[in-house]
């Protein structure tokens, strides 16, 4: 079986602040790592995902995660904060062979402040 | 090119009552989910489509809920008769299939959602 722990339902940065959002996950294969955002009345957008190639993932906007096996861990960052980064992000894995079903965290509301 | 479109955005029903949520993929993905999130909790996997064939059912709660998807286009999501823990937001989600895509993390496209309310 798989899970996702998303440390912090609530984080509050200041504008320009790092944005670090953290998730741990938990799988007895080798895992697919995602990190989705959702915006007031919209669905969910792909920020970025790990699929076993670099360990250092790049996305959208600005944000990256590392994936690091050692600790099962796969946090999500952006060194400055932007208003428009203000949402709810997900943190979710799936099976590495297919089926694709995503096992999500229970979710990371981002508050960005002046 | 369109989204992932969901149909209604918002249903507010009486328990006891019949209601189907509707789901239209993006064009040609052949691959369609559907997951649920109740209030407070995460977001979980309900069933997967491969084309108009379920491949995956194992996160259909009970018998109460019937999923459909004729042709392999759109999907129809029916809860009958609803309870009151049958509310949360269902979310549709659509991918291109693994020979097109030739990636089998192929990036899942999320509609909006429809936000179930049972009274």
């Known amino acids: 079986a798989q899970s996702v722990t998303q440390l912090g339902s609530h984080v509050s940065v200041s504008e320009g602040a790092l944005v670090l959002l953290r998730c741990n996950y938990s799988?007895?294969?080798?895992?697919?790592l995602f990190w989705y955002v959702q915006y007031p009345n919209q669905g969910l957008q792909l920020l970025l995902k790990?699929?076993?190639?670099?360990?250092l993932v790049k996305g959208i906007n600005g944000f990256e995660a590392e994936f690091k096996k050692s600790e099962t861990s796969f946090h999500l960052t952006k060194p400055s904060a932007h208003m428009s980064d203000a949402a709810e992000y997900f943190c979710a894995v799936s099976r590495t062979g297919g089926g694709n079903k995503l096992t999500f965290g229970t979710g990371t509301q981002l508050k960005v402040e002046l | 090119e369109a989204g992932v479109t969901q149909f209604p955005s918002h249903s507010v029903i009486e328990k006891g009552q019949t209601v189907t949520l509707r789901c239209d993929p993006i064009s040609g993905h052949d691959n369609l989910y559907w997951y649920r999130r109740v209030m407070g909790k995460e977001i979980k996997f309900l069933l997967h489509f491969v084309k108009e064939s379920k491949q995956d059912e194992s996160g259909m709660p009970n018998n109460r809920f019937l999923a459909e998807r004729t042709g392999g286009t759109y999907s129809t999501l029916k809860v009958q008769p609803a309870e009151l823990e049958d509310s949360g937001v269902y979310f549709c989600?659509?991918?291109?299939?693994?020979?097109?895509?030739?990636?089998?993390?192929?990036?899942?496209?999320f509609g909006p959602g429809t936000r179930l309310t049972v009274l």
């Open positions: 799988s007895s294969v080798p895992p697919y």
């Open positions: 989600a659509s991918s291109q299939d693994f020979v097109t895509s030739g990636s089998r993390t192929d990036t899942q496209y």
């Open positions: 790990y699929t076993s190639a670099a360990t």
